[in-house]
Nanobody, 116 residues
Framework: QVQLVESGGGLVQPGGSLRLSCATS????????LAWYRQGPGNTRELIAS???????DYPDSVQGRFTISRDNNKNAVYLQMNDLKPEDSAVYYC??????????WGQGTQVTVSS
């Protein structure tokens, strides 16, 4: 059974930092492309960071330079370092592991709230 479990969310002031973690099990981790998505109230889920099996990374302009995705294939985990957080970054953050359209797995999400 594949499981993805996010942690590290919480309340942070604008300009602060958080590091999200996603622990995985039940899959051959090194074969998967990984990503972080977020979904704010009333919004669709959006892709905010991705890292391929070959460790190529990609970010949308909204988080470029502030967020960094990384993976540890020894620990079967993916991380999201978020710096200079803004109120508009408040959302539920989800990790995703994808090999094919049928092997596409999600965590349960972790809440990030940026507020003073």
């Amino acid at each position: 059974q594949v499981q993805l479990v996010e942690s590290g969310g919480g309340l942070v002031q604008p300009g602060g930092s958080l590091r999200l973690s996603c622990a995985t099990s039940g899959l051959i981790f090194g074969n998967y492309d990984l990503a972080w998505y977020r979904q704010g109230p009333g919004n669709t889920r959006e892709l905010i960071a991705s890292i391929s099996r070959g460790r190529n990374t990609d970010y949308p302009d909204s988080v470029q330079g502030r967020f960094t995705i990384s993976r540890d294939n020894n620990k079967n985990a993916v991380y999201l370092q978020m710096n200079d957080l803004k109120p508009e970054d408040s959302a539920v953050y989800y990790c995703n592991a994808r090999l094919t359209t049928k092997r596409d797995y999600w965590g349960q999400g972790t809440q990030v709230t940026v507020s003073s």
